[in-house]
């Protein structure tokens, strides 16, 4: 059993970081814009003529087309000044974030913008570390560290994966294939969680439970763990997080699925977002 004192020094160590990552100029909290393209050419820019209204750059950034293959390319308006992975060009192929790939990047000003793939559809997602959700930002709220929270639950593996179903804020359905569940007690109760991967080395899971929709966020919350060892996995629930949806508008968060709704109070985490909308 880790000493209560531990617990709580990681457990802020882990916090810190968790802040890091998102106040970053390219964290989170630095979205300004999320459009879906649609085929052919998209113009972009400030300017209220444009297909794409941003809230920062130039007034005409150029045009984004989306081509009959499916690839997507940009070509800058003059005078822009923006360059394509740190590289001043007038017109490039812009790679997608599809299979996990990093994407290419348009950098003007503050800004950044690239493609993503989402439900087979392409999208512009830009950020501004000017944004005013990153200055403005008002910091994260927990629960008291409670070590009881801190859970090693019993690992079932599942064979075949459970494929489990997710909804997203922007209304898609994305499947995930469930490696096994964690099964835990608490006050007499048991519960369950399925987790995916999201990385080989680690279990990623989206939970919600009675203090969804009050004092926490009422789409869940999400939690990172390590792998199982014999038998066994760790859940500390003192880490659990809020989804990027809390933040940004601009966020394509998985929601919550009904085989991870708990019956269960969760005073532990990440509370919701005092500067939320």
Known sequence: MTDPSTHAREVDEARAARLALLTAPGGWLSLIAFEWLKEGANRIGSASH???????????????????????????????????????????????????????????????????????????????EAAPTRIDFRGLDYFPVDSTWRVVADWVPFDPPYELELGTAIGTIEKE?????????????????????????????????????KETYGAGRFLDTGLPVDGKLVLDFNLAR????????????????????????????????????
């Open 50 to 128: 444009n297909d794409i209204v941003l809230t920062a750059g130039p007034a005409e950034l150029g045009v984004v087309t989306l081509q009959d293959d499916g690839s997507t390319t940009i070509t800058f308006a003059p005078g822009s000044d923006a360059r394509v992975d740190g590289v001043e060009v007038p017109r490039a192929t812009l790679l997608d974030d599809a299979g996990g790939r990093m994407p290419s990047e348009v950098q003007f000003g503050s800004a950044r913008l690239f493609v993503i793939q989402r439900d087979g559809r392409k999208a512009l997602r830009v950020r501004d």
């Open 177 to 213: 294939l469930v490696p096994g569940k964690a099964v835990f007690t608490r006050d007499g109760k048991t519960h369950e969680l399925y987790p995916y991967h999201e990385t080989p080395d680690a279990l990623f899971f989206i939970f919600g439970d009675l203090t969804s929709g």
């Open 242 to 277: 809020n989804p990027p949806c809390v933040f940004t508008p601009y966020a394509t968060c998985q929601l919550a699925p009904p085989e991870n709704r708990l019956d269960v109070r969760v005073e532990a985490g990440e509370l919701t977002y005092r500067g939320g909308r």
